[in-house]
């Protein structure tokens, strides 16, 4: 299966710990994507990348955010000091620039915050 | 302000019958737009898309129609079966290859 890849699956942690989620986009695609998505919402945008070059952040992105590419394939969002209020789902999705736009999404990582 | 708006949390339909879900938007700067179907626990699966340039673009049994005009789009699926029973998302995008913006969902059942 070549799709994106997310991983962990699922994460529990305490308020205030740090955690990492990670993305493995689809091989050949050169933009990779963050968004969040809560209950009875579409997905948001948080941030995005063009090889390893962060090119757009959201302000919904607090510093507590931060998020790599650094050698232009997979990814890592990391959010410090986690809150109540950053349990949702992380969607990571992947495009090429051949001229079909379309961004394909990996499974998510489900962070619940205790 | 919402700049993707799905105005029907949910819709039933027969299966075997049409469906028809809509989607409105704001941002006249969009002139990319998809369509998304999610299943609980797994993440959007792109279907169909268009560009402003058309206001049609069919997939099989999946048809989008787009009108600038009235800043709305709409998804046909004929015929629906119950593996389309989802909840489905309209996004839009400015240029093409640029983060989307999404709307808040349509739930679909098809009964049978």
């Known amino acids: 299966d070549t799709g994106v890849s997310q991983d962990p699956r699922h994460k529990i942690t305490k308020r205030g710990q740090n955690v990492t989620f990670r993305c493995d986009p689809i091989?050949?695609?050169?933009?990779l994507y963050w968004y969040r998505q809560t209950l009875g919402q579409g997905p948001e945008f948080l941030t995005y990348?063009?090889?390893?070059?962060?090119?757009?952040k959201s302000r919904l992105l607090s510093d507590r955010f931060s998020a790599e590419r650094p050698k232009g394939s997979f990814s890592t969002l990391e959010i410090q000091r986690t809150e109540q209020g950053d349990s949702a789902m992380y969607l990571c999705?992947?495009?090429?620039?051949?001229?079909?736009?379309?961004?394909?999404f990996g499974p998510g990582t489900r962070l619940t915050v205790t | 302000d919402q700049q993707v708006k799905q105005n029907s949390p949910s819709l039933s339909v027969q299966e075997g019958r049409i469906s028809i879900l809509n989607c409105d938007y704001t941002?006249?700067?969009?002139?990319?737009f998809l369509w998304y179907k999610k299943y609980p626990a797994e993440g959007p699966t792109f279907l169909i898309s268009i560009s402003s340039i058309k206001d049609k673009n069919e997939d099989g049994r999946f048809t989008v129609f787009l009108n600038k005009s009235a800043k709305h789009l709409s998804l046909h699926i004929v015929p629906s079966q119950p593996g389309d029973s989802a909840v489905y998302f309209c996004a839009a995008s400015v240029g093409g290859n640029t983060p989307l913006v999404f709307g808040k969902g349509t739930r679909l059942s098809v009964i049978a």
């Open positions: 999705a992947s495009s090429g620039d051949s001229g079909n736009y379309e961004q394909y």
């Open positions: 091989s050949e695609h050169n933009r």
């Open positions: 990348f063009q090889n390893e070059a962060q090119l757009e």
């Open positions: 941002n006249s700067m969009f002139d990319y």
